[in-house]
């Protein structure tokens, strides 16, 4: 590809022929302001914020809009432009409610972050603001007209990605207004996107709206485990309280742009209510137990029928778990395993909705068949696992890894419970299903472990560890390794991930990666 | 009272001439031989005579027709299109639908002349909406061109294909700003795009697209038919030939006058207008439509109507339509009325022509009904500034030059607001 | 209400969209009809239109409140515009709506109890050498003033 070299405030910076000023200046680290730009969106050219000074053209340009060509000299520092900008800004603000006190975007608002930088000037406005409805209830997100800057990032995004064209703006000049059409909720899976990309605090997600101020919040990279696409995210906690409150998209142009479905968004709250607590032992009734007695009764109950034994792998499990979990219960001698996953839904060929989100619930289910190979394990497939227990040639299972997202797959596996006569089950969360297991052990969920996944895009992505585990919850490395000993000496569950990736997933899927500084964007397969 | 002298009438010629909107009267007068001319030529010949001619767009932009069309690619293989601006709606201008209502078969000639210019088989007259006349006229002057093989297929017994349509629009000034007008013709509302790309290169349909105003059009057929070089003769060096100004206001003969480039702005109000009503005393003179700055008595005494004079004043011929204002009339009344207008106007689109235009008009509404304070006075003068130069097209700059213009050079109006803080 | 054009009209909307390359060019005149049709533009009239053009439903609601010649609701017979801008203000148009205001007894955008007549104000209509103009539904009246206002009211009400 061509490429061209300018200089952006006096600094050379050499970018792919058709780069625009505002990506060129990005590239070397300048920042320029702007509202209506977005990475991901088409360009709309309509905030002025981004002005920059051309050498040889007479007015300030919109960085957004002009292509950097050869020896372009470009300036943002310059008095005219600061002024130019300075009074763009104050446009914007001329109507926009003083309500930061009460607006949910406090902190992370571009207006309030462009007059720290750019405005600082006392109000000239004395007239009456033009008024706008406020507070309107659009399905998920909280929709306030008044402090909308018209920026339409979110009229784009629901025309460009979701494509289902709900958003509007009415009227024309300062009367113009955003909403939907029909004033009606907002029809498509990916509305919180829509409170990311909004600079101002005109779209709030209900589901995070007053919960927290966003200073009060620590975020952590990582990856969505909701579906098989695994959508790169920032999952935020309270820095003291270490309470999980939003999980937003992380860019990654190779995978989710900047977005993730409301799924992902919003299904950690499924992810978080209703968890197994502390291992519970079935005795005509479910009664609390400790890892110690449950890990004495795996261990004896598969080393005196290893043969009759059929170990579930739950493909939510992370690389390093699904390795843990296979040589341990191989070392005990089973040889009967079977991927947790939608078969039907694996084999589609068109497995997704078009944008983001898979038929296919499993994060890891890709990284789980490869590793099943590379051990040269046999997969009996979920079907024909559950097939073999319904016909009795295996009596004893274990599920391991079960978490919240793979909730559907539960009940079938659950339902070939009964015909067996033992079975234990690893899961996040408490379901009906599990009724008729002997053992209901607590599992982590994945935003309580660290490993890595095998996407359906064939991307090796890292799971970060963002809170510590909830109860007496622990992950599989902790299982299988409890099971191997038969008592309750811990094992730190982020070495053993670290281990086995150096041993094999590094070398198998991603050489050159390292474990505690993998590759932010992830590596394809 | 000064002598009446007689206007230059190139595209006027003809206009009293009774039912000269029916294609029999027009064809009478010689109307169509330059089309059938032009079909046998070589296109870029004809460019080149508009060249020549160097006359600029009508409009209000002023761009010269002949680089227009000559920036135009021919060979992308995608359709271009020809789209007649009929939409005027800037306050003071009626030039078009006169030449629309009295004279559409001579805008069709220039259309076919242009078309062939610039190899466009089909154009497109947009009309603003409220022109419900004119529009009835120039369908049925289009359906008789069809009806005598002037337009369609086989123009005039030539290879040619040229259809012309027309399209209302409902009601939006911005529509006459190209883009505008375009986003309007792709049935979306009227927001003027982002440049680049420039229409010439990807327009209606993101193929290459010629907009050209009613004025200029209707030019042509003179243009081509006594050569580019006559038609220089007329007006300036900067401003060639002849052109229709729209004079209102108080005067005893208001209307439109087609007149060289270069004479008075004395000749047209005194001359053709007839006067000042009543003998009222001259206040101020708004020269190109409601968005050009306006010249005081000494200014207008000095005037004269072409591009390079008006620069020189701080102002322009825009569109060509001249407001006469009377010394008993309060100036600022109508420098509200115009802050409304573009406030009215705004397609909302870039943040500081929405919100300033709103401001703008807020603050000449207190001034103009004593409300207003010194401080209202000196942000109408920082907001029109800050509106200026810094949007997609050029709607905020013509809100904000009349008002910079009223305080520059009517300062004394606005002396009771600034006293009063 | 069914929302379906008259056979006259679908056949003058099928001839109107064939002029152009693609169906939603035929945005404004397809709503022309519409409100021909219903006098002013309901939802369900947008809806019907959007699906006509193939278009989403949202861009013609947005086209509706864009474009000032479209009605969100219904209007007097005669709809009184009154050009508010600077030449007809300076010739006087204040006046004539003032007159409008006390003969009708209604503000701006209302109409009359009995359905006859809405007063609009509304921008330039190319009308200022005639200045003032009132544009009485499609029609001109030009230099206008207040007794021939008056007189225009009468007829409009004697053709009841």
Known sequence: MKTVTLTINGQAVTVNEGTTVFQAAQAAGVFVPHYCYHPDLSIAGVCRMCMVEIEKVPRP??????????????????????????????????????DCPICDKAGECKL????????????????????????????????????????????RFTDEVTHSNELGIFNRGDRSELRTYDEGPLKNDYTGNLADICPVGALTAKDFRFQQRVWFLDKTKSVCTMCAHGCNTAVSINSSTKKLYRVEPRRNPEVNQSWICDTGRWGIHSLTENRVATPLKN??????????????????????????????????????????????MFALGVKNFSWLVDEAVVSETQPFDGILKHHDLSANARGTAEILKRLGLTNLGMKAGIDKVKTQPLSQVVAVGLDAAQGPLWVEVAAVIPTTTQSFVHATNHHPSFEAAKWVLPNTTSFEKTGTIVSALARVQKVNRILPAQGLARDSHALAWGISRGDDRSVPSKERAKTIFESSIQSWFCPGEKFSQFNEMGVAL | MKLLAPERRIILKNIETPNLHQLSVYQAAGGYQTARKAVAMNPDAIIEEVKKSGIRGRGGAGFPTGSKWGFVPFKTGKPIYLLCNADESEPGCFKDRLLLERNPHQLIEGIIIASFAVRSLKSYIYIRGEYATAAKV??????????????????????????????????????????????????????????????????????????????????????????????????????????????????????????????????????????????????????????????????????TLD??????????????????????????????????????????????????????????KAIEHGKGTAQDVANLQKTANQMMGVTICALSDAAAMPVLGFLKKFPNEFKSAREHT | MKYEFTPERMKEFQKVKAKYERPRSALLPALYLAQEQWKFLSDEAIQYVAGLLEMPAREVFEAVSFYTMFRKKDMGKYCLQVCNNITCTLMGSEALLDLLH????????????????????????????????????ENYYENMNCDRLKITLQQLRGTT
């Open chain 1, 61 to 98: 340009q919109i960085s957004c809009n002009t292509v950097a060509t050869e020896g372009m000299v470009v300036r943002t520092d310059t008095p005219k432009i600061k002024d130019t900008v300075k009074g763009v800004l104050e446009l914007h603000l001329i109507n926009h409610p003083l």
């Open chain 1, 112 to 155: 309030q972050d462009f007059y720290q930088s750019y405005g600082l000037y006392t109000s000239r406005m004395e007239h009456e603001k033009v008024h706008k409805p406020k507070v309107q209830d659009i399905g998920t997100i909280v929709l306030d007209s008044e402090r909308c800057i018209l920026c339409t990032r979110c009229v």
């Open chain 1, 283 to 328: 005795a005509g009734g479910f009664l609390d137990a400790t890892w110690n007695q449950a890990f004495s009764e795996m261990k004896r109950a598969i080393t005196e029928a290893p043969e009759k034994t059929l170990v579930f792998l739950s493909t939510a499990m992370t690389n390093e778990e699904v390795v843990d979990v296979c040589q341990v």
């Open chain 2, 138 to 303: 120039v369908q049925k002057a289009i359906d008789e061109a069809y009806g005598q093989g002037f337009l369609g297929k086989n123009v005039m017994g030539s290879t040619h294909t040229i259809d012309v349509v027309l399209h209302r629009g409902a009601g939006a000034y911005i529509c006459g700003e190209e883009t505008g007008l375009i986003s309007s013709l792709e049935g979306k509302k009227g927001y003027p795009r982002l440049k680049p790309p420039f229409p010439a290169v990807s327009g209606f349909l993101n193929c290459p697209t010629v907009v050209n105003n009613v004025e200029t059009l209707s030019t042509v057929p003179w243009i081509l038919a006594n050569g580019g070089e006559a038609y220089a003769t007329y007006g300036t060096e900067q401003s060639r030939g002849t052109r229709l100004f729209c004079v209102s206001g108080w005067v005893n003969r208001p209307g439109v006058y087609e007149e060289e480039l270069g004479c008075t702005l004395r000749d047209m109000i005194d001359g053709h207008a007839g006067g000042m009503k009543e003998g009222a005393k001259l206040k101020a003179v708004i020269p190109g439509g409601s968005s050009t700055p306006p010249l005081t008595p000494e200014e207008v005494d000095k005037a």
């Open chain 2, 307 to 364: 591009f390079e004079t008006m620069a020189k004043f701080g102002t322009f011929l825009g569109a060509g339509g001249i407001i006469v204002i009377p010394d008993h009339f309060p100036l600022l009344k109508l420098l509200e009325r115009l802050t409304e207008f573009y406030w009215d106007e705004s397609c909302g689109q870039c943040t500081p022509c929405r919100e300033g235009t709103g401001w703008l008009y807020k603050m000449m």
């Open chain 3, 102 to 137: 006390k003969e009708l007894d209604v503000g701006l955008s209302e109409t009359t109890k009995d359905g006859m007549f809405s007063i609009l104000s509304v921008q330039c209509l190319g009308s200022c050498g005639t200045a003032p103009v009132v544009q009485i539904n």
